[in-house]
């Protein structure tokens, strides 16, 4: 019995933990290659879900803005009614920091 307990722990730790990795991965995976925008790459994010986040060194309109990296941010959650008078808690949507250098700064 112990045995069973212990390795169902282990299991929902690793899937946790890769689950974990894969959402951490997807904000990454959009980061511009030095092709595109920062507006090109904002859009993209904003297409996928992403709430925007934009971080900016420097001055200057996006047209003259570089990204300097994409990083992943939070899920904003809510409760929501469940069967029974039970809640549950849903994702209402995930934030994406991105990092610009504007103008003399890029």
């Known amino acids: 019995m112990r045995n069973t307990v212990r390795n169902a722990f282990v ?3 690793a899937a946790g933990l890769a689950l974990g990795a894969l ?3 997807g904000p990454a ?3 511009p290659g ?3 925008s920062a507006e090109q790459t904002i859009k993209q994010l904003q297409d996928e879900g992403y709430r925007v986040i934009q971080s900016r060194v420097g ?3 996006l047209d003259d803005c570089s990204v300097k990296a994409v990083r992943p941010g939070r899920d904003i959650t809510e409760l929501k009614a469940a069967p029974r008078g039970n ?3 849903r994702v209402r949507y995930t934030t994406v920091y991105v990092d610009l250098a504007c103008g003399q700064d890029k």
């Open 23 to 25: 959402a951490l991965a």
């Open 59 to 61: 001055s200057g309109s």
């Open 87 to 89: 809640t549950e808690e």
């Open 29 to 31: 995976a959009a980061a």
């Open 34 to 36: 030095g092709t595109g």
């Open 11 to 13: 299991a929902t730790a």
